[in-house]
Nanobody
């Protein structure tokens, strides 16, 4: 079991930047896929980005590609989502998640551990 604690959400103007952090604990992370998802009110949870912990290979939703960067710091057991050029449509609760290597990273069912979420609000 992996425990995930998120931080870094907040209110930002359109065009601004935020960096979300997800501190992980509970087991070795070398075989994990770490993902970020988001959910707006009344909407389905949607994939944002994922990273293979060991190889640092990444995957992004088309809606955030070129604006968001997922990364991890092994020394801190932390995964980050660096968000820039934020748009009002990025407003959502953002969740980090952990799953195995051999999973389709873009679907929530692939992840067995979830953080509690952190609110990101982008104003016009």
């Amino acid at each position: 079991q992996v425990q995930l604690v998120e931080s870094g959400g907040g209110l930002v103007q359109a065009g601004g930047s935020l960096r979300l952090s997800c501190a992980a604990s509970g087991r070795s992370f070398s075989s994990l896929t770490m993902g970020w998802f988001r959910q707006a009110p009344g909407k389905e949870r949607e994939f944002v980005a994922a990273i293979r912990w060991s190889a640092s290979s990444t995957n992004y939703a088309d809606s955030v590609k070129g604006r968001f960067t997922i990364s991890r710091d092994a020394a801190k057991n932390t995964v980050y989502l660096q968000m820039s050029s934020l748009k009002p449509e990025d407003t959502a609760v953002y969740y980090c998640a952990a799953g195995g290597l051999g999973v389709p990273a873009v679907i929530p069912a692939s992840y067995s551990s979830w953080g509690q979420g952190t609110q990101v609000t982008v104003s016009s």
